[in-house]
């Protein structure tokens, strides 16, 4: 059993992605062309935005967008403290502060009411993130910030198709990151990202501070990266987009068998199910317990896979240490100790999802 498998989307494929890449590679075109702009175009229409703008990937979009906001130093952007730690790199890359808030234990996503008390004169964005494919309550988050001039960018990169009562991620926010990185629920055949808002002049500006800030040929307006979607993961992206909301259901389907199945195992804290289902397209499906080192080992050992996402919470990694001494974020550091991910994904068969089951009660019995 994989824990994750990027070949099964290849495999079930195959033929139009041959034929999308053989296409592509014909043109004699890969950078900036048509399958870019399809990509762009279907991918807008499906988050239900005005733009999207393809990237290199998802920390490129996240920093695009903040620098596209001018957003830089002595600047504070509010960050999840439990979060994959691209979200942090993109703040730190403008030379703003990263000002981290505590998860909600509940939906392990950032605690909307911590972002709000962390709020300060210089706060000039909040990046909430998905994390694990459920939505975080960006309406309630709008409020708090109403009349302020803050600006939401969601850190969607988790999160394809998920939405808050029809509105999908990417159209909640401001503006939105999406990466495409192979294992996210939909994923290129390399690095790949994606930029969706309704704004069109933080679409053009970040178009073309993607593009080292150009927007015609050997114009430069300021000083831009090369962080551009290349052709060949547009075209596959196109197609892999067609079967996402059927990935996604069966994503949906096996989080709830899990939950239905594990929910009476003593010690075992499973995420929570929101009432309305379209809040989550579990990216991850990930439990707590105390014993998570020694479940871990016992699923091991019965041909279950797990990852820890993720085992040291960033304000204890290197890069962020010395700016964080002697900050304490209790909940992210408990998720961090107790988390597991167990496998999750449309290549699992339903036999497989029964291995799953009967391993996890077997090994905590
Ligand atoms: C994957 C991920 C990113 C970064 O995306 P890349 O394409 O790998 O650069 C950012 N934020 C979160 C929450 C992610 O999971």
Not at 207 to 217: A, I, Q, V
Not at 354 to 360: E, P
Request: hydrophobic fraction near 40%; include cysteine; charged fraction near 25%.
């Amino acid at each position: 059993m994989d824990f994750l498998s990027v070949r099964y989307t290849y495999d079930v494929l195959r033929e139009p992605i041959d034929r999308a890449v053989a296409e592509t590679l014909d043109s004699g075109w890969y950078l900036r062309g048509d399958r870019t702009v399809t990509f762009e175009r279907d991918f807008a229409a499906y988050c239900g935005t005005r733009f999207a703008v393809g990237s290199s990937n998802g920390l490129d979009a996240l920093y695009a967008i903040l620098a596209a906001y001018r957003i830089g130093p002595g600047d504070e952007v509010i960050v999840p403290a439990h979060t994959f730690i691209a979200t942090w790199l993109a703040v730190s890359r403008t030379g703003a502060t990263p000002v981290p808030v505590d998860a909600d234990p509940a939906t392990m996503n950032m605690d909307l009411g911590k972002a709000a008390a962390s709020i300060t004169g210089r706060t000039r964005a909040i990046i909430p993130v998905h994390l694990y494919g459920t939505v975080t309550d960006v309406v309630a988050l709008r409020r708090a910030v109403a009349g302020r001039d803050i600006r939401i960018v969601e850190d969607a990169a988790q999160a394809h198709g998920a939405a808050i009562d029809g509105v999908r991620a990417g159209a909640l926010g401001d503006a939105a990151a999406f990466s495409f990185y192979p294992g996210k629920n939909l994923g290129a055949f390399g690095d790949a990202g994606a930029v969706t808002t309704d704004d069109g002049e933080l679409a053009t500006r970040v178009r073309d501070l993607s593009n080292y800030g150009s927007p015609e040929k050997y114009v430069h307006d300021y000083v831009g990266v090369n962080a551009r979607m290349d052709e060949i993961q547009a075209a596959v992206l196109s197609v892999k987009l067609a079967v996402l909301d059927e990935w996604t259901r069966r994503r949906q389907e096996i989080a709830r068998t899990y939950d239905a199945e594990l929910k009476d195992c003593a010690g075992l804290t499973l995420p929570e199910l929101e009432d309305d289902p379209a809040r989550q397209v579990w990216h991850l499906y990930v439990v707590r317990t105390a014993e998570r080192d020694r479940l871990a080992a016992r699923l091991e050992e019965l041909g279950v896979p797990t990852i820890i996402h993720y085992p040291v919470p960033i304000h204890r990694q290197g890069a962020y240490r010395a700016l964080f001494p002697d900050s304490s974020f209790p909940v992210a550091e408990a998720i961090s100790e107790t988390c597991l991910s167990l496998p999750i994904g449309p290549h699992l068969t339903n036999e497989e999802v029964g291995r799953v089951i009967d391993g996890v009660r077997a090994a905590l019995r």
